[in-house]
């Protein structure tokens, strides 16, 4: 089993929809978890990150982790063709400078 | 005005050749990172290096060297080049945080790789 297992897409919605992205993961040390947003032809960029369980919200962002499940979860409201991108899960232990990133997810916001 | 820099972004070589990819950071990071990104886009680190220092050292091929002259640049060196070394390739950098803070690491624009 993999580290980390993220769904590659590619998932087409209609623009105001809302996306839900997520990916499992096998490792429990794991603490934080990030998603990071890459545009074709461009560098990752961190959209948000959260250490632990729970829940962020950053505007029509909201990033959650249950770490019973080992499940992590990206939800954008409203979603906007800006939005289409790969959206790539990442994670990393306590102190761990090390990132596992799953596969990503690309996304088509269709206008 | 970029934060992290890396020459070139295209690059495209015959097999066997030796190339060499650069890096800057002028965000003042005491961690740099190279990463490869295959076809498929799965992202997976390389090396780390904080303060000059190797700090991550995944299961590279010796084929390829990193060398940080200062703690602003992380150069990738790659010998002997190979069709599967075809990819994109990522520098990132970080500051050290300690203690448990988090780890934000700020990407560079890739350099495309292409090996015939």
């Known amino acids: 089993q993999k580290e980390v297992e993220q769904d590659p897409g590619p998932l087409s919605v209609p623009e105001g929809a809302i996306v839900s992205l997520n990916c499992t993961y096998s490792?429990?040390?794991?603490?934080?978890f990030m998603w990071y947003r890459q545009y074709s032809r461009k560098g990752p960029e961190l959209l948000m990150y959260?250490?632990?369980?729970g829940n962020k919200e950053d505007g029509r962002f909201t990033a959650q982790v249950d770490k019973s499940s080992k499940y992590i979860s990206l939800f954008i409201r409203d979603s906007q063709p800006s939005d289409s991108a790969t959206y790539l899960c990442?994670?990393?232990?306590?102190?761990?400078?090390?990132?596992?990133f799953g596969k990503g997810t690309r996304l088509h916001i269709l206008p | 005005d970029t934060a992290v820099s890396q020459t070139p972004k295209y690059l495209v070589t015959q097999m066997g050749n030796d190339k060499s990819i650069k890096c800057e950071q002028n965000?003042?990071?005491?961690?740099m990172y190279w990463y490869k990104q295959d076809s498929k886009k799965f992202l997976k680190i390389m090396f780390s290096y904080n303060n000059k220092e190797l700090i991550i050292n995944e299961t590279v091929p010796n084929r390829f060297s990193p060398k940080s002259p200062d703690k602003a640049h992380l150069n990738l060196h790659i010998n002997s080049l190979e069709l599967g070394d075809s990819a994109v390739y990522f520098c990132a950098s970080s500051q050290d945080p300690g203690g448990n803070s988090y780890n934000e690491q700020f990407f560079g624009p890739g350099t495309r790789l292409t090996v015939l």
């Open positions: 990442a994670m990393s232990s306590l102190r761990d400078d090390k990132i596992i």
């Open positions: 490792n429990s040390a794991f603490q934080y």
């Open positions: 959260t250490y632990s369980s």
């Open positions: 965000l003042g990071h005491d961690t």
